[in-house]
DNA sequence: TCATTAGATTGACGTTCGTCGATGTGATGA
DNA sequence: TCATCACATCGACGAACGTCAATCTAATGA
């Protein structure tokens, strides 16, 4: 699933802050085309949810999990944040789309979109 | 040449700002290994070069020259912002590696470092 | 030499961001 | 019912960011 295809899931507009801004966020690679401002806008929301080092963290830690959920949990440690900051951060993965969440009694448990970040790559390709 | 590769460069140590805080600017992809402090801080720095839609249709529009050199006068034009404000944006890019530059005459060109693009990726992979 | 030009730098501004203590929310188990 | 726990939200703070007018720098050509 690339990028453009990606976009069109309603659900993703229905639960996710950063892309409900416009329902038609897709666009090809920047070698191929140049971005028009409402991709712009959208592409560089999602980069900067990757422009934070405890975030990438986060992020890597969940994407080397090999597909396995993390718990919410072990990430105050994972991050040396404290636990309204980790929360914080974890909104922003969330709302752009490369994570997903489920709470199963107290815990919560979070698990990578592989095809989120296969999208930001196409884009860079 | 992929990312780890890349950062062994050492005129781009001499160059630019971002990476002389580290040589060992390296990685493996997020799903692979999960990052370390210092390689989550030059990561996040590059990341947060493309974490602006000016400077994602500014890199886009030198991007889709098709390895053509674009001059920095068409800039204000293409990202409708003032002269200080792109050339602080292209400073940002430069920095982060993804551009070069070229003063000729009064003129000055830049063209991509798909390199750096391709790195990038590969961590997001 | 000097006026002109392209682009970089400076300084100031309002805005956004990362952070954490305090507090809110909702599930658990006794 | 109520104390406890995991996580989210709020509010406040300082730092970093995007922006532009004013100015600086260096190349040009007369």
């Given at each position: 699933?690339?990028?453009?295809?990606?976009?069109?899931?309603?659900?993703?507009?229905?639960?996710?802050?950063?892309?409900?801004?416009?329902?038609?966020?897709?666009c090809s690679p920047v070698r191929t085309d140049v971005?028009?401002?409402?991709?712009?806008?959208?592409?560089?929301?999602?980069?900067?949810?990757?422009a934070d080092p405890i975030r990438l963290r986060l992020l890597s830690h969940i994407a080397s999990a090999g597909?396995?959920?993390?718990?919410?949990?072990?990430?105050?440690?994972?991050?040396?944040?404290?636990?309204?900051?980790?929360?914080?951060?974890?909104?922003?993965?969330?709302?752009?789309?490369?994570?997903?969440?489920?709470?199963?009694?107290?815990?919560?448990?979070?698990?990578?979109?592989?095809?989120?970040?296969?999208?930001?790559?196409?884009?860079?390709?």
């Amino acid at each position: 699933m690339d990028f453009f295809d990606h976009c069109r899931y309603s659900w993703l507009m229905a639960s996710r802050k950063t892309l409900t801004l416009d329902p038609i966020a897709c666009c090809s690679p920047v070698r191929t085309d140049v971005l028009d401002e409402t991709q712009a806008v959208l592409l560089a929301n999602s980069f900067a949810a990757l422009a934070d080092p405890i975030r990438l963290r986060l992020l890597s830690h969940i994407a080397s999990a090999g597909g396995e959920e993390v718990c919410a949990c072990d990430l105050t440690e994972v991050s040396g944040r404290s636990q309204p900051t980790v929360s914080h951060h974890m909104k922003i993965l969330f709302d752009a789309g490369l994570i997903e969440r489920e709470k199963r009694g107290l815990w919560v448990w979070y698990r990578l979109v592989p095809s989120r970040l296969d999208a930001l790559r196409s884009v860079l390709g």
